[in-house]
């Protein structure tokens, strides 16, 4: 990770190893290459992942970003699997009490929708992803049934490749040829 990212957090860190990363740096363990780069997000040092397996399979991470920016974009194209924030929903976020204005905006400006996410998948080829992985979902804004729906009503060709992230629990991803 960002040193400056480990600083700000290091309290929550505990005793785990860390490998500093500069942007776009890249870095291999045994047989995975990762890089990250940076997203849109009103906080500095704000990353997406991509992660590839030797001979295999390229898993990209992306999350806390307002938009998919060209460079975003870039590694989400070479990806086979993406885990992609699906923070909120439009109408939810809008009937929302327990958010002000200014909230309401600075979510809309940092945070992806599910509307952008169908719309990045329709303009890249949905089918050309073993796993799409819906994430960062807000449990005010968004639920994993409205996400799913919505990206199976838009896709109905590919139903099988959706998932989310579970909201509490660590997530598992099984790879499989295709």
């Not at 740096?25 to 890089?35: A, G, N, P, R, S």
């Not at 089918?127 to 804004?141: C, D, M, N």
């Not at 049934?145 to 990206?151: D, H, K, V």
């Amino acid at each position: 990770m960002n040193e400056l990212s480990y600083r700000k957090k290091e309290s929550k860190m505990g005793r785990c190893g860390v490998e500093f990363m500069e942007t776009s740096q890249e870095v291999t363990i045994e047989d995975l290459t990762i890089k990250h780069f940076s997203t849109r997000h009103d906080v500095k040092m704000s990353f997406g992942y991509s992660i590839t397996q030797e001979d295999g399979p390229t898993f990209v991470y992306i999350t806390d970003s307002g938009i998919v920016t060209p460079l975003i974009a870039n590694y989400l194209s070479k990806a086979d699997m993406i885990l992609i924030e699906a923070d909120y929903d439009v109408k939810m976020l809008d009937d929302y009490d327990g958010y002000d204005d200014y909230l309401k905006n600075r979510i809309m400006n940092t945070h992806l929708s599910n509307g952008q996410v169908m719309k990045f998948l329709e303009d890249n080829g949905v089918g050309k992803f073993q796993h799409v992985i819906f994430a960062h979902l807000s449990p005010r804004t968004n639920t994993p049934e409205t996400i799913l729906t919505l990206a199976k009503d838009c896709f109905p060709d590919h139903e099988e490749i959706f998932l989310t992230a579970p909201l509490q629990e660590e997530v598992e991803v099984k790879c499989q040829d295709r």
